[in-house]
């Protein structure tokens, strides 16, 4: 069953409706579902879809001839190969037309490995769309995981398709009100912290069984050795990096708490210039990001290596908390050890994080809905030298603020926590403010009480948070 990914969807079907032809270009990390939407997308249309395979130029002509032959290219009558892409690609606008008159659709899956056998590629394909292809019934999806690639060698000044594309679409992890949809039956609790594991990855979450318990799954799919995602951060730093070693103790770090860069060079021992650019790599592909207070205007994040730096991907915290720590237990099988020395008691702390980020999301999908106070300009964390905010949400004029805070805790929340958020939210300076408690376990009666005389306090609980 395929799950979410509406708004990407909608974007694909607004390029294939248009009345143009169309180029567009999909990227995101590995594993973020990008061949399994374009797969759905392609459903009931006409579509030559080619997955290119890490291999040499001719092994790829060959491969993509067949599949072209097979779609009734008129050079199948006489060819067994095309010789080069630029006879390949001429072929497109040959293409027998669909018997209903619809556009064909066109995947390169992977399109960086085509390229990286054919560096000429992407002039050849500029050169045809500017005198052939853009006038052909055809919608043509260039696909790729190497993101780095594809934003310096597609979508920059200098490549030579730049300008040409009538569409980028970046996949992101699935958000997750749509993550959680994996696991109808298992509780809020237990969809929430599914999430603060897995992330919305769609593959990390296709693995865990629904029909099983969460503890079942975490034993099963990720601390028992041979398993998929028991070794999935290793493979993914493999194909990324080359200096896995460092790269790996930068991400301990950040797990560890560490989020400023002296802390983390102080604990990797690699020097703050050089530390710089295995972060900005790290920020690159998707594993960490570099955050700032909402209120950071934007000329301060610019300055040098500012900010803290916490990981972006839930699922590399999960493994590099309570997996790559815990590998020599793990591999002699002691996977129960593990989870009830290490992971249950942890859990919930480990999950707080994430649950902050839920909030955020939330409160930006509900501004988009309009049914807060006024519309959201940027949603964040805030902090300074002494206090913190969960979350706060700004709007456009820096005048309003709606500000959060977050527990992730079996016990209820209590107005104790709403004072101390008031007398944090006064270091905003905002004119007008507003506060949301978001928790896990609900609230005392005396806080229900009391938000329901003052409508300037929202509680929202775990069922509204997932509904």
């Given at each position: 069953m395929f799950i979410g990914r509406d708004d990407d969807l909608s974007l694909l079907r607004d390029c294939y409706n248009d009345a143009k032809a169309q180029l567009v270009i999909v990227y995101g990390r590995r594993r973020i579902g990008k061949t399994e939407t374009l797969s759905h997308f392609a459903q009931d249309r006409p579509t030559l879809f080619f997955s290119?395979?890490?291999?040499?130029?001719?092994?790829?002509?060959?491969?993509?001839s067949r599949r072209m032959f097979e779609e009734g290219a008129p050079a199948g009558r006489y060819l067994d190969?095309?010789?080069?892409?630029h006879a390949a690609l001429s072929?497109?606008?040959?293409?027998?037309e669909p018997e209903d008159g619809r556009r064909r659709l066109i995947v390169f899956d992977e399109f960086p490995y085509l390229?990286?056998?054919?560096?000429s590629l992407p002039s050849i394909l500029q050169?045809?769309?500017?005198?052939?292809?853009?006038?052909?019934?055809?919608?043509?999806?260039?696909c790729g995981s190497a993101m780095s690639f594809i934003e310096k060698e597609i979508l920059s000044e200098k490549a030579p398709l730049?300008?040409?594309a009538t569409g980028v679409l970046k996949m992101l992890p699935m958000p997750y009100w749509d993550a959680v949809k994996f696991f109808p039956r298992y509780s809020d609790e237990d969809k929430a912290l599914t999430y603060a594991i897995l992330g919305g990855v769609p593959q990390y979450l296709s693995t865990f069984d629904p029909d099983r318990t969460l503890e079942w799954n975490i034993k099963r799919y990720i601390l028992r050795r041979g398993t998929a995602l028991y070794s999935e951060p290793d493979v993914l730093m493999r194909e990324e990096f080359r200096e896995t070693g460092k790269y790996s103790t930068i991400i301990r770090a950040i797990a560890l708490g560490d989020t400023k860069l002296n802390d983390i060079a102080t604990h990797t021992l690699i020097p703050p210039g050089t530390l710089g650019f295995y972060l900005s790599s790290l920020i690159e592909v998707g594993i960490v990001q570099r955050e700032f207070p909402v209120t950071a205007r934007v000329t301060e994040q610019t300055k040098g290596m500012r900010g803290l730096y916490r990981l972006s991907d839930d699922f590399f915290g999960f493994w590099y908390s309570f997996v790559y720590p815990n590998r020599s237990e793990l591999d002699s099988g002691d996977i129960d050890g593990v989870y009830e020395e290490n992971v249950r008691p942890a859990l919930h702390d480990f999950a707080s994080h994430a649950f902050e980020r839920m909030c955020a999301a939330w409160l930006m999908r509900e501004s988009v809905r309009g049914d807060l106070p006024f519309r959201l300009n940027r949603v964040g964390?805030?902090?300074?030298?002494?206090?913190?905010?969960d979350v706060a949400a700004l709007d456009r004029s820096d005048n309003r603020a709606i500000v959060g805070e977050c527990k992730f805790r079996t016990t209820p929340m209590d107005p104790s926590m709403l004072d101390l958020l008031r007398t944090?939210?006064?270091?905003?300076?905002?004119?007008?403010?507003?506060?949301?408690?978001?928790s896990l376990s609900g609230f005392t009666q005396s806080l229900i009480d009391l938000a329901a005389v003052d409508e300037s306090v929202r509680l929202v609980g775990l069922p509204e948070l997932l509904g």
């Open positions: 290119a395979q890490m291999g040499t130029r001719e092994e790829q002509l060959s491969e993509f190969r095309y010789p080069d892409w072929d497109l606008a040959e293409l027998p390229v990286k056998s054919d560096p050169n045809l769309w500017d005198h052939t292809l853009r006038r052909r019934n055809l919608m043509i999806v260039l730049y300008g040409r964390r805030w902090w300074d030298r002494t206090d913190e905010i944090r939210a006064v270091k905003l300076g905002m004119q007008e403010r507003h506060y949301v408690l978001f």
